[in-house]
């Protein structure tokens, strides 16, 4: 059973997982939110309330996904270095902060792609 260890959201319903194996996945929900238990994570300021949980994302309502269903239906995004420049005071920020950065920035490509 994969868990959860960090997600950031990116757009839309779309949000990008690391995963306890280390793998980042890129997901979009928007076609997984039906029935009575989703219905308020249509709104997308409620959607963006989740946290992690159990190894999982869980929402205010306690609304859940099974953190297997996401690695599938997630599409893998290669790991890159810090994006950061190495001699930047920046370059010192915690793992927390790195991730984000990470995944910021494949979302910012993935979007480019996107648009081409």
């Known amino acids: 059973m994969h868990k959860v260890k ?3 959201h990116v757009e839309n319903y779309k949000i990008i997982i690391e995963f306890d194996d280390g793998k980042l ?3 979009d929900l ?4 039906w029935g009575p238990i989703f219905e308020p994570l249509k709104d997308l ?3 963006k309330k989740a946290k992690v ?3 999982t994302l869980v929402w205010p309502n306690e609304a859940d996904f099974c953190p297997d269903v996401l690695y599938k239906i997630g599409k ?10 190495p ?6 920020t915690t793992k927390k902060t790195q991730f984000k950065y990470q995944a910021a920035a ?5 979007s480019k792609k996107a648009k081409n």
Not at 30 to 33: A, C, L, Q, V, Y
């Open 6 to 8: 960090k997600f950031l």
């Open 25 to 27: 996945k890129i997901i």
């Open 30 to 33: 928007k076609d997984e939110i």
């Open 45 to 47: 300021e409620y959607f």
């Open 53 to 55: 949980k159990g190894g």
């Open 76 to 85: 893998n995004i290669p790991e890159q270095k810090n994006q950061l420049n």
């Open 87 to 92: 001699k930047s005071r920046k370059s010192r």
């Open 106 to 110: 494949k979302a910012k490509k993935l």
